[in-house]
C-alpha cells in the first residue's frame, strides 16, 4: 500500500509469503485442495524489474518432484450424442486421450453404444478412468449438463478438478472446442507437438478414433496454456487397443476388488496392492498396466509362465530384487531432463542408478532363458533388434556426466534457481570440472583469488587482535560475512574493533605486505594499505562492527561481481548441457525398460515363493474354460487370520463338464468368496502371473462380466433393481460363449414373482449361448421349474452349513457340495441363535470377574511363530494361562522351500493354538492332527489326522 496515511502506520501491514524455496512445498498443498496456481518469475535483479508468467500449475499439470505417485494423469473426454434415425437408433460416442506428465505418454480410445441413459452405457469410460485415476479430468459434450452431472457419477469421476465443456454453449472452452474439431487446426497442432510424426500417422487414427483425436487436439491446446514444456517431446500416442485384452466389463475391476477404491488402507486394500511387488516405480507402473489389462495371447502367457517358473525355480528373484532396490523413476528423470526441472542431485542419482543397472545387467548374462526373454521383450514391435547392450548405453551415460560434472558435488544441490546457486559457497558452486567450460574456468580463477586476498587482510586484522586478546578460544576475531545480494564485509564485535584500532594506531607503518595461494598453486604477494581504516555499524546490528577502506571495498564489489557472473555462467553452461542430454533419452527408455522387465520377473517370482501360487496351464480348448484345485481367493486368505482358508476344487466350461453353476448357502458361508475367487484368479492368470491354486488348467477368456453386491457407490440415485437390470442388460446383450458370467444375489432388488421368471430367463439364455457362468441365489423355488431341469450343462450346488444339535449350533464347511442343499437352513440359524444379547453381555462379564487369571490381553506377547498370535488363557483346558504355541497341523509336513503346508503358511495364525504345558504333552501323544472351523457360535477344532 503507497498511500500510508498517519493514522495506519501505528498498525503493522500484515503479509503472507514464503521463501522461493519452498515453492514446491507450498503449491503442493493448494493443488491437493483444487486450486490453479500462477507463478510469475521476475524477469532481472533489481529495482523496477518486470514480472513474466512462467506456469500455470493446475492438479493435471503439477510436476511435482517429490510426488512418490507413479503417475499424474490429465484426461480429455469428448462426448457426443448422435440422434435416432430410420437406420439406427440414438447412439453415443465417447473419444477419450489422456497424458501422463511424468513420464509424457499419451493415449487415445474410443468406443460407441447405443444411448441409453444407465451406467453400463459407460462401462469402458469408467474402466479407463477407474485404471488412470486421472487428476484432472475435462469433459466436452453436446449432452445437456444435467445429463453430464450423471455422467460424471457414472464414470465414477473423482478428480481433484472437473472441466465441463458445453459445446455451442459461446464459453471461451466451446470455442476452442469447436476449434479442436476442425483438421486444419488438428493438423497445425500435431505438427507443433509432434514435428517428427507422419500425416499418414494420424491420417490412419481419423476413421475410427474421430472423437479421441479431438479430444487429443483439446487436450494438448489446454496442458500447452498451463506449461508449455509439458507438451514438450511428448511420446507418439499409444490407441488404446482391445483386440488382444481380455474384456472387463461391469465394474469387474472394483466389483473383484483388483484396483483400490479408496476405502481401505495398507497393503490388503486391494488384490492390485497385494499383488505389486515391484521394487522400482517403473516396475510397478507396468505391473499395475498388465494386472488391469489382462491379454488374451497365449503366446506371451506361455512365455510369462515359462520364464517365472525359472526365476523361482532358481530363486534369482532375491538377487533381482537385491540390485533393483534404490533405483529411481527414470521415465519421471527423463520427463525432468526435456521440461528442463532437472537439477545436478538428479544427475548424480541417475549415475548411481546407472552403476546399479550395470551389475543387474551382468547378473543376468549367466542366465541364457532370461537373456533371451529380456532381449524379445526388448526388441518386441522394432523394426531391427536392438544394437547396444544395456551395459553399452549405461556406459556411455555415465562417461557423458563423469567429464562434465563433479558427481559428489551435484549430490548437494537439488535447485538451479539463480537465487539458491548464489547462496552456496565457492566450493559447493564449481561442480563443473575445469576443462569443460573456459569462462566457468575463468570467472572461477578470478573469484578464488580475490577471495583468498580477502581471506589473507581477515587473517592479518585477527593477528593483530589476538596479540592482545590472549585468552579466546577463537582466533578468527574478524569474520567474512556475506549475504546472497550484497558485498561480503569484515566484520566484528565492537569490543574487538576498539583493540584493533588500538593496535593499529601504535604501528608506525601504515601498509604491510601480505600472501596467499592463487587457483592455481602459486603464491602471491600483495601490499594492504590500513592507515584509512574505517569502523562503521551495518545495519539494525549494534553489536558488531565492519572494518573497511577503500582498498577492501574494491575488492568485496569485485567478488560480488565475479561471483553473480559465476553463478550466470555456471547456469548457462548447465542449461545448454541439459539441452544436449536430451538426445539420449532414448536411452533412457530403453535403460527404463530394462529395469521394469527384470523387476516384473523378480515380482512374479517372489509372489509365488511368498503366497504358495501355482503356474497355470493353457489347455487347447474349443471354448474357454478352467480347471481349478484346491482354489483360494489371493486377498481373503490374508484378511480372515481366525481359521485357515477352506480350499475348494471348481471345474466349468470343460468339454464334458458344465458350463453354468448356480451357487446355494447361507449368508456368510463364502458364496461371495468363491465367486470372487474364481474372477481373480482367471484375471492374475490372463495377466500372466502365477495363480491361488494348487493347480490351474484354463483356456483364455475374451471377457468377464459381474454383478457382486456391495459396490453401487457409482450408482447413486438408481434403485438395486434398476442397478441390476443395467448390469444384466449389457450381459445379455455381449455374453458369448468366449465369456465368464459371475453373479451374486442376481435380481435381490425386486419381488419373487418377477425375480424368478427374470433369472429363470437369464440363465436360459446364457446356457443357449454356452457361455461360462456361476450365480450365487437363495431361489431354491427354481430347481422345480422345468426349464431349468432342461438346462443340461447347469449343476446345482451348495457350501454346506451343518447344525450340531448336541452343541446347538452352526458348523460352516465352507466346502462345495452337490445338489441345491436344505432350502429350510434359515430356520437352522434361528435355532442356534436363541439367547439374548442381554443375558450373554451378563455372563460374560460374571466370567471376567471370576476367572482366575488376571492377566489383560494388553500384557500378554505375541507368539515367536506369528506376531499377531496373542498368548492368553489354555485354549484347551481354559483353566491354565497357555504358555506354548502349538500347530494344528504340525510343522514336519510344511513344504522345506517356503513352510507351506498344502495352501497355507505352518505360521498362520489360524493354524496356532496356545496351549499351557500340560495340554500342549496331552495333544501331542494322541499325535492328532487338526484345523479350525466356524460355528455359528464361534471357531472349533476339527480333527484331520492322528492315531
Not at 501491514?13 to 510469475?40: H, I, S
Request: net charge neutral; proline share 2%.
Amino acid at each position: 500500500k503507497k498511500d500510508i496515511t498517519e493514522s495506519t502506520q501505528m498498525f503493522s501491514v500484515a503479509m503472507a509469503g514464503f521463501g522461493l524455496t519452498q515453492l514446491d512445498k507450498y503449491v503442493g498443498k493448494l493443488q491437493e485442495n483444487g486450486y490453479t496456481v500462477a507463478v510469475y518469475n521476475q524477469d532481472i535483479q533489481g529495482k523496477n524489474t518486470t514480472r513474466s508468467l512462467s506456469e500455470i500449475i493446475s492438479p493435471g499439470t503439477y510436476f511435482s518432484p517429490d510426488n512418490t505417485s507413479p503417475t499424474n494423469h490429465t484426461m480429455c473426454i469428448w462426448l457426443e450424442r448422435s440422434r435416432a434415425n430410420k437406420f439406427m437408433p440414438s447412439q453415443i460416442t465417447a473419444g477419450i486421450s489422456w497424458i501422463d506428465i511424468f513420464t509424457g505418454k499419451t493415449n487415445l480410445s474410443q468406443f460407441t453404444r447405443e444411448y441409453n441413459h444407465n451406467p453400463c452405457t459407460y462401462d469402458e469410460l469408467e474402466r479407463l478412468v477407474a485404471i488412470n485415476n486421472p487428476s484432472e479430468c475435462i469433459l466436452v459434450t453436446n449432452l445437456d449438463g444435467e445429463y453430464l452431472e450423471d455422467i460424471v457419477n457414472y464414470a465414477g469421476i473423482s478428480s481433484v478438478k472437473v472441466h465441463k465443456v458445453i459445446l455451442d454453449s459461446g464459453s471461451e472452452m466451446a470455442e476452442f472446442a469447436d476449434k479442436a474439431q476442425k483438421q486444419n487446426y488438428q493438423q497445425s497442432v500435431c505438427n507443433q507437438y509432434f514435428p517428427t510424426m507422419s500425416s499418414d500417422y494420424l491420417m490412419n487414427i481419423f476413421p475410427t478414433h474421430l472423437l479421441a483425436v479431438q479430444s487429443f487436439i483439446f487436450l494438448l491446446d489446454f496442458i500447452y496454456k498451463q506449461n508449455p514444456s509439458l507438451v514438450y517431446k511428448l511420446s507418439l500416442p499409444t490407441i488404446d487397443n482391445t483386440e488382444d485384452n481380455l474384456r472387463l466389463a461391469n465394474h469387474s475391476l472394483q466389483q473383484l476388488n483388483i484396483i483400490d477404491e479408496g476405502r481401505h488402507h495398507g497393503k490388503l486394500k486391494s488384490v492390485g496392492d497385494l499383488l505389486n511387488n515391484c521394487v522400482t516405480v517403473m516396475g510397478q507402473r507396468q505391473f499395475l498396466y498388465n494386472l488391469n489389462n489382462p491379454t488374451t495371447n497365449k503366446k506371451e502367457l506361455n512365455m510369462s509362465y515359462d520364464i517365472t517358473d525359472v526365476v523361482l525355480t532358481k530363486e534369482l528373484w532375491k538377487g533381482y530384487r537385491e540390485k533393483l532396490n534404490g533405483i529411481h523413476d527414470l521415465e519421471k528423470l527423463k520427463r525432468k531432463m526435456i521440461i528442463k526441472k532437472i537439477t545436478p542431485k538428479d544427475f548424480s542419482v541417475f549415475y548411481n542408478d546407472l552403476m546399479s543397472i550395470i551389475s543387474l545387467d551382468k547378473s543376468i548374462k549367466g542366465e541364457e532363458e532370461v537373456l533371451l526373454y529380456v532381449d524379445k521383450v526388448r526388441n518386441k514391435g522394432k523394426r531391427t533388434p536392438a544394437s547396444d547392450s544395456i551395459k553399452d548405453l549405461c556406459e556411455r551415460l555415465a562417461t557423458d556426466l563423469e567429464k562434465n560434472f563433479y558427481l559428489d558435488k551435484c549430490l548437494e544441490i537439488n535447485n538451479v534457481s539463480t537465487e539458491y546457486l548464489s547462496s552456496l559457497c565457492i566450493d559447493k558452486l564449481s561442480f563443473i570440472k575445469p576443462g569443460i567450460c573456459e569462462e566457468v574456468d575463468s570467472l572461477l580463477e578470478g573469484c578464488v583469488d580475490s577471495r583468498k586476498k580477502l581471506e589473507a587482510i581477515s587473517k592479518w586484522l585477527s593477528n593483530k587482535v589476538g596479540s592482545i586478546e590472549k585468552k579466546a578460544k577463537t582466533t578468527t576475531f574478524i569474520k567474512i560475512h556475506e549475504t546472497p545480494k550484497t558485498d561480503p564485509v569484515l566484520m566484528g564485535t565492537k569490543r574487538r574493533m576498539t583493540l584493533l584500532k588500538s593496535v593499529l594506531g601504535k604501528e608506525s607503518a601504515k601498509k604491510t605486505p601480505l600472501e596467499y595461494e592463487d587457483f592455481s598453486g602459486k603464491v602471491q604477494h600483495f601490499m594492504f594499505k590500513y592507515d584509512d581504516l574505517d569502523y562503521v555499524t551495518m545495519g539494525s546490528n549494534k553489536k558488531d562492527l565492519v572494518v573497511t577502506n577503500p582498498d577492501i571495498r574494491t575488492l568485496t564489489t569485485k567478488i560480488q561481481q565475479a561471483e553473480t557472473k559465476l553463478v550466470s555462467a555456471t547456469l548457462a553452461y548447465y542449461r545448454g548441457y541439459v539441452e544436449e542430454f536430451v538426445k539420449y533419452q532414448e536411452h533412457f527408455a530403453e535403460i527404463a525398460d530394462f529395469v521394469s522387465t527384470i523387476d516384473l520377473l523378480q515380482c512374479k517370482g517372489y509372489i509365488a515363493n511368498k503366497y504358495n501360487y501355482c503356474k497355470p496351464t493353457i489347455v487347447s480348448s474349443e471354448k474357454p474354460f478352467f480347471s481349478m484345485k484346491e482354489l483360494r481367493h489371493p486377498l481373503i486368505e490374508h484378511l480372515q487370520t481366525k481359521e485357515i482358508y477352506v480350499t475348494n476344487d471348481v471345474c466349468m466350461g470343460k468339454a464334458g463338464d458344465k458350463d453354468g453353476m448356480l451357487l446355494y448357502g447361507t449368508n456368510a458361508v463364502g458364496k461371495t468368496s468363491l465367486i470372487k475367487s474364481i474372477g481373480v484368479n482367471v484375471i492374475m492368470a490372463q495377466a500372466g502371473l502365477y495363480v491361488a491354486c494348487s493347480e490351474m488348467e484354463y483356456y483364455p477368456y475374451q471377457s468377464i462380466f459381474t454383478r457382486i453386491l456391495g459396490n453401487d457407490n457409482i450408482f447413486k440415485g438408481l434403485s438395486t433393481f434398476e442397478v441390476e437390470m443395467s448390469e444384466l442388460c449389457t450381459i445379455l446383450k455381449l455374453a458369448d460363449e468366449d465369456s465368464l458370467i459371475l453373479g451374486d444375489e442376481l435380481c435381490s432388488g425386486t419381488e419373487s414373482d418377477s425375480a424368478l421368471s427374470i433369472f429363470t430367463a437369464s440363465l436360459e439364455t446364457l446356457h443357449e449361448r454356452k457361455s461360462t457362468f456361476l450365480f450365487a441365489t437363495h431361489f431354491h423355488e427354481i430347481q422345480k421349474y422345468g426349464e431349468i431341469g432342461e438346462l443340461d450343462r447347469m449343476v446345482s450346488k451348495h457350501m454346506e452349513v451343518t447344525y450340531n444339535a448336541q452343541k446347538d449350533l452352526l458348523v460352516y464347511d465352507r466346502k462345495l457340495r452337490d445338489g441345491a442343499g436344505d432350502s429350510m437352513y434359515g430356520l437352522e440359524v434361528c435355532k442356534s441363535l436363541h439367547l439374548p444379547d442381554t443375558f450373554l453381555e451378563r455372563a460374560h462379564s460374571i466370567r471376567m470377574k471370576y476367572n482366575k487369571t488376571k492377566r489383560g490381553i494388553l500384557s500378554e506377547e505375541g507368539s515367536h511363530f506369528n506376531v499377531k498370535k496373542i498368548g492368553g488363557i489354555c485354549e484347551m483346558c481354559r483353566e491354565e494361562r497357555g504358555t506354548d504355541t502349538h500347530h494344528l497341523q504340525h510343522q514336519k509336513g510344511a513344504n522345506m522351500r517356503n513352510s507351506y503346508i498344502g495352501s497355507f503358511h505352518k505360521n498362520h495364525k489360524a493354524n496356532l493354538m496356545t496351549l499351557c504345558e500340560g495340554c500342549h504333552y496331552k495333544i501331542h501323544n494322541t499325535d492328532e492332527q487338526h484345523k479350525r472351523i466356524k460355528t455359528s457360535e464361534g471357531y472349533t477344532l476339527e480333527c484331520v489326522s492322528g492315531k
